[in-house]
Each structure stands twice: as C-alpha cells, then as structure tokens.
C-alpha cells in the first residue's frame, strides 16, 4: 500500500468544459462585430479568467473579531488578494484548489523591530538571506527600524516585484540629537549624515529633513536619542504633517517615557526603557541584580504611563529578547501593562542567526504567553493586527478578511492550544502565491 504523506490529501484542478469554450468563441465573434479592439479583448478576457486564482479548501480561519478559529472554511485568493473567507464549495469546479483539511489559517507575521542591513555591513545578499530567512519562517513583512536606508529600498522594491524572495520591507529613517552624534566614543562620530541618518537640532529645518527622510523610502521616523521633550514635540509634529509614522526609544536622553509619549511618538520601544520611569529604579535594579526581588516591581508604578499610552493610542514595541537575560523584571512590568490594556507590537531588535529552527520572533511570543500572561490569540494579534497598525497598513495586512493582501500562513498544528505551533508551518503565501509549501 502506498504511504500516506501530506500532499495527498491535495488537489489541484483544471477542468476543460467544451460547451463553454463554445459560447465564449460564439460572444468573442460579437463583440469584434461589435467593435471592441484585440487589446480591449484581451484586457477583457485576462480580467474574466484570474489564473493566480486559489482557494485554500476546508481550512480553519483565525478570526480575531470571534476570537477563534472558524472551521472548515473555503479562502479564495485572487490577484494577491483575499476574495472571500466563505467562498462557495459549489463554485471549486475548474479552480486550484488546496485541500487543507485540518490545518489552520492565520495571518502572515509581521515582526516589528528588526535591522537586516545595519549588522550585515552593507552587503545586499545578506541583507536577501535574512528577509528570506523570514519567508520561509512565516514572516511575510518586517519593520526595519533602522540601517542602510539605500539598501533598504533596493530589497524593497526587488522583493515587490518579485525579482528576490523575501519578506516585505518597511524601514525608517533615523533621527538624533548632537549629543549622540558628537558624543565622541566614535560610534557615529565623523559618519556622513544620510538622507536615512540625520542630525537633529534646534536650528534643523524639519520640513525639509522629513521631506529627505521621506526620499529615501522610509515610512517611519525612528527617534533615537538626545532629544528634550520640546524639540522631540516639534520633530513628531513635523513628521506627522509629512505622512511619517513616528516611533522611537521609550527614553530620549533626557526626554522621558512619559515625556516620549506625551510627544506623540505612535510607537516607543523597548520595555526595559522603563527603568527610567522611576527616579531610582534603574539604579536599584542594577545594584540588585544578582538578587532580583520581585518586591523591586513595586518600585514601578506603570499607571501613568499606561493612561498616556492608551489615551493616545500608542503602541509598546516590546522588545523582551534585546535584554530578558539581563533584566528579568521586564516580564512582571509587561504583563501588567497588558493588563492595563495598551497595544503590544511583537518585534525582536535582533539580527536572524539564519542556521535557528525559527525566528526570534516565536521566542517573544513564547514569553509573551509564558511569562507575561497572554492568552495566544493575543499574542498572535500583536504580531499580525497590531504590528500592520505600527506601519500603517492595517487596512491591508495582519488579519484575514476579504479584500486584504493574502498574506497568509497554513499550520499543521493550533496555536490557540500551543503557541509555539507558529513554526509548525504547512505553507507561506505571500501576495496571494505560494511561496512555500513544506
Ligand atoms: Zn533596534
């Protein structure tokens, strides 16, 4: 007997009916009667006859909205889109049809924090190797929070138009005081400024370093240091006036978290940031943290800073995997501002060892739900919803629904009951192809 493996149960259909042929030659011979040009024909018939068209058959469908997979749905896919999440089983005839029973659909990840050209000095291939690195492992989209601008674009634009294969970038431009540049340590001291690197001072026109930050590709600004609380103001407001999104460190040097916030920075990152948020805290926990005490957590009082986040509408990109080693406090202080219920962004501010079983990213989901009291679909949401909120495209990305880009992943295993079924991956589709089946 023939073994069973897991492409049996798939089904790809191409049906040939000659009586329709028929009547399309038949309204072919009127419509040239009637006037219509070849190339209006053609433009006709390409449009009637969608041959990127798929339907992901009998999936179960994560739907955020009912909180839960619905099963056994029929996902039609058409021109890199979502058609319909309940296509009829009585319309399959003569499409392509993946039979998935079993498995479960979700939204493709998007990692919110990462720097595939900084680290990788400069080299476009490796830069390709990571962003492909990402694909195969389900994340579909990243936010490149800063690095090589002109490379960010080029990877960009080759994987938008299919020339690479990767996933789909969104990068920022970095802006900072004089103090970070001239610090003198040789960081960044004596490095050109780029359109993607610029210094920001008092007398900056920030018209005009928005408009070159926005010529370079970048979507975000990435506020990064030395800033007060009254410039940063004047460099959020001016951002968003150009289109910006505006995220940045939760602390500013000497612009503080909740001075960050108050600002209007959309997206402030890193919780470890939040020792500053009490006067002595950061000492304390740096002088204890041999002997990390829990009654420590008391030192913080997050209530503050969690009514300015959710009263304007800020998003925390968390960051737990940059310093878990070395501040465990941070899982106790997340779960409490989750509780307090402000957004969450899953990144991981890490460059991809390419050789892991899987990204970063499933490690903070992990703690999330392990360590700071996520239910999974949470924790799914700020890697899907809430990171397409962060860049903007949440009308387009990070849920399933018609009419969104299908970006979509197929799991062999529910990460409602196990989160780290994330990495149990089926198939990767992006823009409504595969991209890869496993
Ligand atoms: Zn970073």
């Given at each position: 007997?023939?073994?069973?493996?897991?492409?049996?149960?798939?089904?790809?259909?191409?049906?040939?009916?000659?009586?329709?042929?028929?009547?399309?030659?038949?309204?072919?011979?009127?419509?040239?009667?009637?006037?219509?040009?070849?190339?209006?024909?053609?433009?006709?018939?390409?449009?009637s006859t969608d041959?990127?068209?798929?339907?992901?058959?009998?999936?179960?469908?994560?739907?955020?909205?009912?909180?839960?997979?619905?099963?056994?749905?029929?996902?039609?896919?058409?021109?890199?889109?979502?058609?319909?999440?309940?296509?009829?089983?009585?319309?399959?005839?003569?499409?392509?049809?993946?039979?998935?029973?079993?498995?479960?659909?979700?939204?493709?990840?998007?990692?919110?924090?990462?720097?595939?050209?900084?680290?990788?000095?400069?080299?476009?291939?490796?830069?390709?190797?990571?962003?492909?690195?990402?694909?195969?492992?389900?994340?579909?989209?990243?936010?490149d929070a800063s690095?090589?601008?002109?490379?960010?674009?080029?990877?960009?634009?080759?994987?938008?138009?299919?020339?690479?294969?990767?996933?789909?970038?969104?990068?920022?431009?970095?802006?900072?005081?004089?103090?970070?540049?001239?610090?003198?340590?040789?960081?960044?001291?004596?490095?050109?400024?780029?359109?993607?690197?610029?210094?920001?001072?008092?007398?900056?026109?920030?018209?005009?370093?928005?408009?070159?930050?926005?010529?370079?590709?970048?979507?975000?600004?990435?506020?990064?240091?030395?800033?007060?609380?009254?410039?940063?103001?004047?460099?959020?407001?001016?951002?968003?006036?150009?289109?910006?999104?505006?995220?940045?460190?939760?602390?500013?040097?000497?612009?503080?978290?909740?001075?960050?916030?108050?600002?209007?920075?959309?997206?402030?990152?890193?919780?470890?940031?939040?020792?500053?948020?009490?006067?002595?805290?950061?000492?304390?926990?740096?002088?204890?943290?041999?002997?990390?005490?829990?009654?420590?957590?008391?030192?913080?009082?997050?209530?503050?800073?969690?009514?300015?986040?959710?009263?304007?509408?800020?998003?925390?990109?968390?960051?737990?995997?940059?310093?878990?080693?070395?501040?465990?406090?941070?899982?106790?202080?997340?779960?409490?501002?989750?509780?307090?219920?402000?957004?969450?962004?899953?990144?991981?501010?890490?460059?991809?060892?390419?050789?892991?079983?899987?990204?970063?990213?499933?490690?903070?989901?992990?703690?999330?739900?392990?360590?700071?009291?996520?239910?999974?679909?949470?924790?799914i949401k700020s890697?899907?919803?809430?990171?397409?909120?962060?860049?903007?495209?949440?009308?387009?990305?990070?849920?399933?629904?018609?009419?969104?880009?299908?970006?979509?992943?197929?799991?062999?295993?529910?990460?409602?009951?196990?989160?780290?079924?994330?990495?149990?991956?089926?198939?990767?589709?992006?823009?409504?192809?595969?991209?890869?089946?496993?």
């Amino acid at each position: 007997m023939m073994k069973r493996s897991w492409w049996m149960p798939l089904r790809i259909q191409f049906k040939f009916n000659p009586m329709k042929t028929k009547v399309l030659k038949l309204a072919v011979g009127i419509l040239m009667c009637l006037g219509f040009s070849l190339e209006k024909l053609h433009a006709f018939t390409r449009q009637s006859t969608d041959t990127s068209m798929m339907v992901l058959k009998n999936v179960n469908v994560l739907d955020f909205k009912q909180g839960k997979f619905i099963k056994k749905k029929n996902v039609a896919v058409s021109n890199g889109l979502i058609l319909s999440t309940n296509y009829p089983a009585r319309k399959l005839k003569g499409l392509k049809v993946l039979d998935l029973s079993g498995k479960y659909l979700v939204p493709g990840l998007i990692d919110a924090h990462v720097h595939v050209s900084a680290l990788t000095k400069n080299n476009i291939n490796t830069t390709y190797s990571h962003l492909n690195y990402y694909l195969k492992h389900g994340v579909t989209t990243v936010r490149d929070a800063s690095g090589d601008g002109a490379a960010l674009l080029e990877a960009q634009k080759s994987i938008k138009s299919g020339r690479q294969k990767g996933a789909n970038v969104f990068f920022a431009a970095v802006m900072a005081g004089d103090w970070y540049y001239n610090r003198g340590i040789g960081l960044h001291k004596n490095e050109p400024y780029q359109p993607w690197r610029q210094l920001i001072t008092d007398q900056t026109d920030l018209d005009s370093a928005m408009t070159v930050a926005k010529s370079c590709g970048a979507t975000g600004v990435k506020l990064y240091h030395s800033f007060d609380k009254v410039l940063l103001t004047k460099v959020v407001s001016a951002a968003k006036k150009h289109g910006l999104k505006t995220w940045g460190h939760l602390m500013m040097y000497p612009a503080t978290p909740i001075e960050v916030v108050a600002s209007g920075v959309e997206v402030p990152s890193h919780v470890f940031m939040l020792e500053n948020l009490v006067s002595d805290a950061a000492f304390l926990l740096r002088k204890t943290k041999a002997s990390y005490k829990e009654d420590l957590i008391a030192k913080f009082d997050i209530t503050d800073f969690c009514n300015i986040m959710k009263s304007k509408n800020a998003i925390l990109d968390a960051t737990l995997c940059v310093s878990e080693d070395r501040d465990p406090w941070i899982f106790t202080i997340l779960k409490k501002i989750h509780e307090q219920g402000v957004e969450i962004a899953a990144g991981t501010d890490q460059i991809v060892d390419l050789n892991r079983p899987n990204p970063r990213l499933l490690d903070e989901l992990s703690s999330f739900v392990d360590k700071c009291g996520f239910i999974n679909i949470d924790a799914i949401k700020s890697a899907t919803l809430i990171n397409a909120k962060i860049i903007g495209e949440e009308k387009r990305l990070g849920s399933i629904e018609n009419g969104k880009v299908a970006d979509l992943l197929v799991l062999n295993g529910n990460p409602l009951s196990d989160i780290r079924e994330l990495g149990n991956i089926k198939l990767v589709m992006q823009s409504g192809k595969i991209a890869y089946l496993f």
